[in-house]
């Protein structure tokens, strides 16, 4: 079992900052470490169904590789802290169609990360991201 808790989010005016963390905690992590389990972020915004965000899987040793959604590339930047068994989301540049509730999601254990969220098996409550304009 994988828990998941988000924290981070609040009000930021446009153009402005915010970083969003993801601290991941359960039995999984016994069988499988934290640092070569696939994570992803994901949003949704009211009367929105929820989308695709950033996700990052491990590709061996110390390496990792990320793809993100076409709004977000250039301004978000996903990262993880091992140690801490947390993961990040920086986010630069915010603009008011960024508001939204942001969701960190982790598969199941064996199963790769995906841009779909019927593929995530375990969901953080949400933290709440609102950029005014």
């Known amino acids: 079992q994988v828990q998941l808790v988000e924290s981070g989010g609040g009000l930021v005016q446009a153009g402005g900052s915010l970083r969003l963390s993801c601290a991941a905690s359960?039995?999984?992590?016994?069988?499988?470490?934290?640092?070569?389990?696939?994570m992803g972020w994901f949003r949704q915004a009211p009367g929105k169904e929820r989308e695709f965000v950033v996700r990052i899987n491990w590709s061996g040793g110390s390496t990792y590789y990320a793809e993100y959604a076409d709004s977000v590339k250039g301004r978000f930047t996903i990262s993880r802290d091992n140690a801490k068994n947390t993961l990040y989301l920086q986010m630069n540049s915010l603009k008011p169609e960024d508001t939204a509730i942001y969701y960190c999601?982790?598969?199941?254990?064996?199963?790769?990360?995906?841009?779909?969220?019927?593929?995530?098996?375990?969901w953080g409550q949400g933290t709440q991201v609102t950029v005014s304009s």
């Open positions: 359960g039995r999984t992590f016994s069988s499988m470490p934290f640092s070569k389990y696939g």
């Open positions: 999601a982790a598969p199941e254990l064996g199963s790769g990360t995906s841009a779909r969220a019927q593929d995530y098996a375990y």
